[in-house]
């Protein structure tokens, strides 16, 4: 079904039948079915509130949220062995359409004792999420940026750039809750953040 050649780098690839790029097409079409659905769902339910989820839709909407995620996430763990990933993907897809969909939205600032928690599960969330989807990207891109074969194949290196990503979301939703979102401070947390990458680039010896 799969039969495996080694590229210029020696590193090895896989040559997908035509049976197996079939099967990649229905897990994407169905995992963009389950995105559509879940969507519509949550845009739906945020525009007509005059009543709530009831039971039966509570449970198709946890559903295709779930099955959003893992049909994103576990093929492209497996495809580039990014453990973890399909956990995190998850975690954070869940965690932020369920908030998203049933958390009231905080009215107060970061340090209101009721909102400070709505504040700390959506940074979270936001975390899992944003650093998971970057992930992927950013380990497909470090294979046509970088010349050298361990920073090119360095997965230790995307999941740190990829947390870094989600920290810097995660912070905007602090800056936010501080209401100190600016373009000055949302540019300044970037450049610490981009300063510490280039440190890591520079001392951090890449992963075999």
Not at 40 to 58: K, N
Not at 125 to 137: E, G, I, K, Q, T
Not at 140 to 169: C, N, P
Request: net charge positive.
């Amino acid at each position: 079904m799969r039969r495996s050649v080694v590229s210029e780098e020696g590193e090895t690839e896989s040559a997908t039948s035509p049976l197996s790029r079939r099967i990649v097409l229905l897990l994407a079409a169905l995992a963009g079915l389950c995105w559509a659905g879940a969507l519509t769902m949550l845009i739906w339910g945020s525009v007509d509130r005059r009543q709530p989820y009831d039971a039966l839709e509570r449970m198709v909407y946890y559903i295709l949220v779930v099955a959003a995620a893992v049909l994103t996430f576990a093929p492209v763990e497996h495809r580039f062995r990014l453990t973890g990933l399909a956990v995190e993907g998850v975690s954070g897809t869940a965690l932020l359409l369920y908030t998203l969909a049933f958390v009231p939205p905080p009215t107060a600032w970061l340090l209101s004792p009721p909102d400070a928690p709505v504040y700390a599960v959506m940074a979270l969330a936001v975390f899992w999420f944003c650093s998971s989807l970057a992930m992927p990207l950013l380990y497909a891109a470090g294979q046509r940026l970088f010349r050298q074969r361990a920073r090119r194949y360095d997965r230790r290196r995307a999941r740190r750039q990829a947390y870094e990503i989600g920290l810097l979301a995660a912070l905007l939703i602090v800056l936010a809750g501080l209401r100190t979102l600016t373009p000055v401070a949302v540019a300044l947390v970037a450049l610490i953040i981009g300063v510490a990458e280039l440190l890591f680039l520079s001392f951090v010896e890449p992963e075999p």
